[in-house]
């Protein structure tokens, strides 16, 4: 029950989170060339979140959701670090957290 409720919040923070990469707005566009990629590269991010959404609803891909979130987490926790805006890592690092008690819990 515990691990259910995990994995649908994390669903929903990760198609949220894609849909807005999707969309980008001028901030979210502008930290991606800030970064470093190339403009184009927000779809990237929206689409493997919004696939990870989906694969942690489905049971037969729950695990492969986890690992792609993790993925995309760690990436970002990466990305910012390196870039030295140590507080933009404090949101992918918890959601990070808490994909690490989702595996945990699951049976």
Same mark, same amino acid.
């Given at each position: 029950m515990i691990a259910t409720g995990l994995a649908w919040s994390l669903a929903l923070f990760f198609l949220v989170g894609g849909g807005v990469n999707i969309v980008a707005p001028p901030s979210v566009r502008d930290g991606f060339i800030r970064w470093g990629f190339p403009s184009w590269f927000h779809f990237v991010v929206g !689409?493997?979140?919004? !696939?990870? %959404? /989906?694969?942690?609803?489905?049971? /037969?891909?729950?695990?492969?959701?986890?690992?792609?979130? /993790?993925?995309?987490?760690?990436?970002?926790?990466?990305?910012?670090?390196?870039?030295?805006?140590?507080?933009? %890592?404090i949101l992918p690092g918890a959601v990070l957290l808490v994909i690490a008690i989702t595996a945990l819990v699951t049976p």
């Open positions: !689409a493997m979140e919004i !696939a990870a %959404a /989906a694969m942690l609803v489905v049971p /037969a891909l729950h695990i492969f959701g986890l690992l792609l979130s /993790a993925a995309t987490m760690m990436s970002a926790v990466i990305v910012v670090l390196y870039q030295r805006e140590y507080t933009h %890592a």
